[in-house]
């Protein structure tokens, strides 16, 4: 299994002068085999990584940045042109692949080799070959018995530097039981963030706030002459607000992923793709959408780090369907409660669209013949709204549960 693992790099003058400069380097052999490429046949990320050598005769900054970093350069270029033939195959309109200006590249990978965690006398530093070792925030620990694949160094919009370690655990998770006994549905919607068949409605996290403090400075920022002095620190100001907002969201998305991954054998949601978002107007169509997508994309691989079974099933109709008995019957949005004519079934809309989740996840993963009794069957629990801070304050929609940090 591969994860990443990221750290804030406290670089010293002297590094982030080489870093700065790796950087920019890493950038120009991006654009001199860009330019191969666009005047070359028939080359292949394979075939240019080997004229890095001899490109090393004539162009001598390139013998002060770590080979496996340059054969990484060569391999991003190649990677963004199978994405964007990718994207043109499945009917996209796209351009082709674009000269990186100073700024829009701000990353470098190191692969195998030329990097060592260290640890003396209680401080981390990471030694990357050619720059030298660097101070880090080791905030959480690596799991044990990992090895370090990649190292990418990379600086945010804000300034600031970081290191993703991606590592590889030896063994898969230990698998939670064939036939799972603690099985969970959940609905993400608008008005709530997510409801469970547990019973949590987990509300949605209040980012006012943040957006205001983002607004306030971008606002500053307009008002600055462009391109000055005072301009210039405005812009890392905007970038470290969007930072605030983004790293917020994440962290909820975070805690409420892992909690769902560990306490579940059986985690049943609907699949994103398929789910028509239209009941929302465009904008926060997008917005919820792109935040739904995070949240599932999550789950699935924090269950699959858990070992615990991932559903995702067909959405339709399973906001209309009685989870009781079956039968649909139409509801608009503001509809907030389940109600149904045939049985008189009665449940909040989501909660009653989440038990059609996991019946639906539960026949799919156990196959047709296990479908006899559906989970409604069994005493429904009482709904309790949870705020979303109180997932990010304790890591879960309870609260007597441990915190956890860990992600
Ligand atoms: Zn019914």
Redesign the pocket.
């Known amino acids: 299994m591969n994860y990443n693992y990221r750290y804030r790099l406290r670089p010293s003058d002297a590094h982030l002068e080489q870093l700065t400069w790796t950087v920019d380097t890493c950038r120009q052999v991006y654009n001199h085999f860009l330019h191969r490429l666009n005047r070359t046949d028939d080359t292949s990320a394979y075939s240019e990584q080997k004229l890095l050598p001899s490109l090393k005769k004539w162009w001598d900054d390139l013998k002060d940045v770590h080979s496996k970093v340059l054969q990484k350069v060569v391999q991003r270029l190649y990677d963004n042109l199978s994405t964007l033939r990718g994207r043109k195959e499945n009917g996209y309109r796209v351009g082709t692949l674009k000269w990186k200006a100073p700024g829009e590249y701000r990353s470098f990978t190191y692969s195998q080799s030329g990097f060592k965690l260290k640890n003396t006398s209680g401080r981390t530093r990471l030694w990357l070959s050619k720059i030298g070792e660097i101070p880090l925030t080791f905030h959480r620990d690596l799991p044990n018995d990992v090895e370090i694949k990649t190292v990418t160094v990379k600086q945010e919009p804000t300034g600031k530097w970081y290191a993703v370690l991606g590592v590889e655990t030896p063994d898969d998770p230990s698998e939670k039981p064939e036939n799972p006994e603690r099985c969970v549905g959940i609905d993400v919607g608008i008005l709530k963030y997510a409801h469970d068949t547990d019973g949590n409605a987990v509300e949605s996290l209040d980012l006012s706030d943040e957006r205001e403090r983002l607004e306030r400075a971008q606002r500053d920022l307009s008002r600055k002459e462009h391109g000055s002095a005072n301009w210039q620190k405005q812009r890392k100001v905007v970038a470290e607000r969007h930072a605030e907002l983004k790293n917020k969201r994440r962290d909820f998305l975070h805690k409420l992923s892992n909690y769902y991954a560990r306490e579940y054998d059986l985690v049943t949601v609907e699949d994103l793709d398929a789910k028509g978002l239209v009941e929302l107007p465009g904008n926060s169509r997008n917005r919820a959408g792109a935040a739904w997508g995070t949240f599932l994309r999550m789950l699935e691989y924090k269950c699959e780090r858990e070992g615990t079974h991932f559903v995702a099933v067909d959405p339709a109709g399973t906001t209309k369907e009685?989870?009781?008995?079956?039968?649909s019957t139409d509801k608009p949005l503001w509809v907030r409660e389940h109600s149904?004519?045939?049985?008189?079934?009665k449940a909040d809309r989501d909660a009653n669209a989440a038990w059609n989740i996991l019946s639906r996840g539960i026949k799919k993963r156990l196959g047709a013949g296990h479908s006899e009794s559906t989970p409604v069957e069994t005493a429904l629990p009482v709904d309790t709204p949870v705020s979303a801070k109180r997932v990010v304050e304790t890591g879960s929609p309870h609260l007597k549960r441990e915190p956890s940090g860990e992600r």
Do not use: E, K, L, R
């Open positions: 009685c989870a009781s008995c079956g039968v149904c004519p045939a049985c008189g079934f």
